[in-house]
């Protein structure tokens, strides 16, 4: 039986269950549930403090998990990710107070607080500067006006909360994290844990593509197989009237207007565009 870690609070909760049901799995889960049998696809979840699941992961304990890249790396846990899932995307940087410092060599010798002192601390020892890093559980942007440090660094998504407390981020970002599937260093490939990534990688190319449907004058068929050429090739059926074809493809997402736009002045007709829920590539 495969054992999965899922985050069970924060802003990889919601995102990572609704994936997982998309692909097939927790469709009986409450969000109220501490572990789940999933029988149908014999997989056990585990409903986590995301902070937590990759000391889980690294030690074995649990086969594969969900978390943040920024959490995998603040935890040292011997786990590495396998796949990027593509939400919950966040930077993760220094700020200061406005018109205290513009570059990250400013902060040398300072006093910084942050809640991810395992990233930071790697960080600066990259960079080779000095600083006294405080570790704190959570708000870290309060720490400068309470006195506790001269600078924070902290996971931003917005950096809204950042400027209410009168700082301003600092030089380039530490690190970019996002969603990801991770597992203990050197694991074995175990054929569970394969086909539960490719459900998921199958989930986020669903998300991703939609596929269109429409009908082209025969003569104009290469020119419009080149707007759609899909993912392989795309499919061409003969219509009952020789002079037109028919052409299914896969499109992405974000490009299926522009498509739209450019096979109708092409002479398409019919154009239809449908939601893929799930797709193996």
Known sequence: MLRVAVPNKGQLAEPARSMLAEAGYLRAASTRDLVVHDP??????????????AIYVGEGTLDIGITGRDMLLDSGAKADEILSLGFAPST???????????????????????????VLEAWLAREGLTARVVKLDGAVENAVALGVADAVADVVATGTTLRR????????PILTSEALIIRRTGAPQVPAVETFVRRLHGVMVARSYVLVDYDIRTEHLEVACSLTPGIESPTVSSLHDPAWSAVRAMVPALDVHRVMDELYDLGARGILVTDIHACRL
């Open 92 to 118: 993760f940087r220094l700020a200061a107070p406005v018109g205290r410092a513009t570059t990250a060599a400013d902060l040398d010798g300072l006093t910084i607080a942050t809640s991810y002192a395992g």
């Open 40 to 53: 149908d696809n014999d997989v056990e979840f585990f409903f986590l403090r995301p902070r937590d699941i």
């Open 165 to 172: 407390a009168g700082l301003e981020v600092v030089g380039e």
